[in-house]
């Protein structure tokens, strides 16, 4: 989002598009289709003659001299994590790559004129890195949040002095950072939705801002002047503030604030105080904090592990999705560990992982032909892995899909990912062994029932299009929903999915019908469905999350069963034997003829 003129703003979404709107008329004057990902930031030069836009995968320099923008220069990120691009007083480009740090380019030219030191290039992975960059006008100042700490560092241009900042905990990371004209204050937009404005000179905060309505705010745009202020909140809603009137009048100024330096060697963070700040519940009681004490012996996992289960219940992981709509950004990963209560059974992993690759993984690069290298063979390792565990996997077509999201967003081992797949598998697809190879109808059935007694119009047009909920719902559900939703809303789906019974997730299924139904009431045809099907659907996802637990109140629990620790459970899941019988035998006789490195002639005929 970014202020082109005192009237109008620039707003990017996640289609990749970019909309024009008068804040007065809040009518749209233009739409400019720039990304096909999401896009996180916009930045305009000094002179106005050139726009930078940042995405998920690339970054591109736009002329804007003309009425109509033309594309100017990409620079594309090859699986490498990315912030927003800026524009410095001086038109200097500032870059950030997890794979190469922050530089500086000139915009004639793009000749790089200087690298920053950023110490969580080394330190930890591209995810818990730089999160934003901004510059003051007079160019003196670099500032760049930093996630991993949850702080932002401060270098000085002209010495190359850098200086560690560290937030108050309740704040979380810095999500961006907005310099006011001819000043040194700049306003941090927290990932708890404050917004502090920090002089960066005397090292205090001197305002804070906090949404009325507890939505929070999630990016701030400072029109040319800074007369005003716009804030897109974690409803999506935008609100406009007029900035000398919040400085004069605001209620909420707060006494000036001492801000922490930290030394850079000691950026590390505090297990203990991060696990019990994130976490805690805004409606608990305060408490004196006990000490925990850790074996020194122990990993840092299992450290992690260990301060979760004592400092975390499910109640009250209940209580922060029913609060934020979602789990803490640093620690998600490590609550799923927690709420699947997975083994590690290392030695289970390694030998799975060890045999020959699965023959029904062979020809996966026709059918999955990612660019990620490193990506595609942990999906090749993973779908092994369950082929081996259990036969019936190496006939499910959609186990791809669904196995994807997990390892492309998750952090940690492979193991972890291994784990989390198959916990899925065992309670939320336990029924797609038993029905295979035909769909579950038993659960789907539930899914139609469910959309039919909340939404008979739905219903009924489906039956007038000679649709079937049922089928519908299949296409959804065997792929966990990774062909409709983007990488956030399908982030925040699993945090509910992982915290609730099973049988919540047939819920979800009958009220994300319901939350796209304008979508599907405006299909005709059986392949406008299947496009829709297959295609990212722009829908509130909290606002789908709540009707789901509405719709599932009442129903009755299905258990959930944890992995057991030690050997993998093989006669956990029941199939029809007979089914897989011929196909199990030709990939026993395919497997000893790789072993002899013998090529049947019979399989390259088929």
């Known amino acids: 989002m970014q202020f082109i003129s005192e009237d109008r703003l620039l707003i990017g979404n996640e289609r990749g598009s970019m909309l024009c709107v008068n804040i007065f008329s809040k009518k749209t004057e233009f739409e400019l289709k720039a990304h096909r990902k999401n896009i996180l930031?916009?930045?305009?030069?000094?002179?106005?003659?050139?726009?930078?836009?940042?995405?998920?995968?690339?970054?591109?320099?736009?002329?804007?001299?003309?009425?109509?923008?033309?594309?100017?220069?990409?620079?594309?990120?090859?699986?490498?994590?990315?912030?927003?691009?800026?524009?410095?007083?001086a038109g200097i480009l500032l870059t950030y790559f997890s794979d190469e740090g922050?530089?500086?380019?000139?915009?004639?030219?793009?000749?790089?004129?200087?690298?920053?030191?950023?110490?969580?290039r080394t330190k930890t992975s591209s995810k818990d890195g730089i999160t934003c960059l901004a510059t003051s006008d007079d160019g003196l100042i670099v500032v760049a949040g930093e996630a991993r700490l949850g702080g932002f560092h401060v270098w000085d241009s002209t010495t190359g002095r850098k200086q560690t900042f560290e937030l108050p905990p309740q704040c979380g990371e810095v999500v961006q950072i907005e310099f006011l004209p001819r000043s040194h204050l700049g306003g941090i937009v927290c990932r708890n939705g404050d917004i502090l404005f920090v002089d960066l000179t005397s090292q205090t905060v001197e305002l804070t801002i906090a949404d009325a309505k507890d939505m929070g705010i999630a990016s701030i745009t400072l029109s040319p002047r800074s007369k005003y202020m716009a804030g897109i909140a974690h409803d999506g809603s935008i609100r406009i503030f007029d900035l000398q009137a919040v400085f004069k009048y605001t209620q909420r100024r707060l006494e000036r604030m001492k801000m922490k330096v930290i030394h850079p060697d000691l950026v590390k963070p505090k297990l203990e105080e991060k696990l019990h700040s994130n976490l805690r519940s805004k409606t608990a009681k305060k408490a004196k904090p006990k000490l925990i004490k850790l074996d020194p012996d122990m990993s840092f996992t299992e450290a992690a592990e260990s301060l979760l289960q004592t400092l975390v219940s499910t109640r009250r992981i209940q209580s922060i999705l029913k609060e934020t709509g979602e789990l803490p950004k640093k620690y998600r990963f490590l609550i799923w560990r927690y709420q699947l209560k997975l083994p590690s059974n290392v030695e289970s992993y390694k030998t799975l992982a060890s045999r020959a690759p699965h023959p029904s993984v062979q020809n996966l690069r026709q059918e999955y032909p990612l660019r990620d290298k490193k990506l595609f063979q942990k999906l090749q390792v993973v779908l092994s892995c369950l082929a081996h565990w259990s036969p019936v996997c190496a006939r499910f077509s959609y186990l791809p899909s669904l196995v994807f999201p997990f390892l492309h967003l998750m952090d940690g081992r492979d193991l972890d990912k291994f784990e989390v797949v198959l916990s899925f598998l065992l309670n939320w697809g336990g029924s797609w062994f038993r029905y295979f190879p035909n769909p579950p109808l038993e659960v789907l059935s539930r899914v139609s029932r469910l959309v039919e007694d909340q939404d008979p119009v739905l219903a009924r047009h489906f039956s007038v299009q000679g649709w079937r909920i049922e089928e519908a719902a299949w296409l959804l559900m065997k792929t966990a929903f990774t062909t409709v939703l983007t990488d956030v809303a399908w982030l925040q789906l699993f945090d509910h999915v992982f915290s609730t019974d099973p049988g919540w997730y047939e819920a979800f299924t009958a009220a994300f019908f319901i939350g796209v139904r304008s979508n599907l009431l405006a299909l005709e045809t059986t392949d406008e469905l299947d496009i829709c099907l297959s295609n990212e659907i722009h829908r509130n996802i909290s606002k789908i999350i709540h009707k789901a637990y509405r719709m599932h109140q009442g129903r009755t629990s299905q258990e959930f069963t944890a992995i057991p620790k030690g050997a993998y459970p093989q006669r956990a899941v029941r199939y029809p034997d007979l089914e897989v019988d011929s196909q199990l035998k030709e990939y026993a006789r395919i497997e000893a003829a790789m072993r002899a490195r013998v090529v049947p002639i019979e399989f390259e005929k088929r």
């Open 41 to 89: 930031g916009i930045s305009l030069d000094p002179t106005h003659q050139l726009a930078v836009t940042t995405s998920t995968d690339c970054v591109i320099v736009w002329n804007t001299a003309s009425s109509t923008w033309v594309r100017q220069k990409s620079l594309v990120a090859m699986g490498a994590g990315i912030c927003p691009a800026v524009f410095t007083e």
């Open 102 to 120: 922050i530089k500086g380019w000139k915009t004639k030219t793009y000749d790089e004129i200087f690298e920053l030191s950023d110490s969580s």
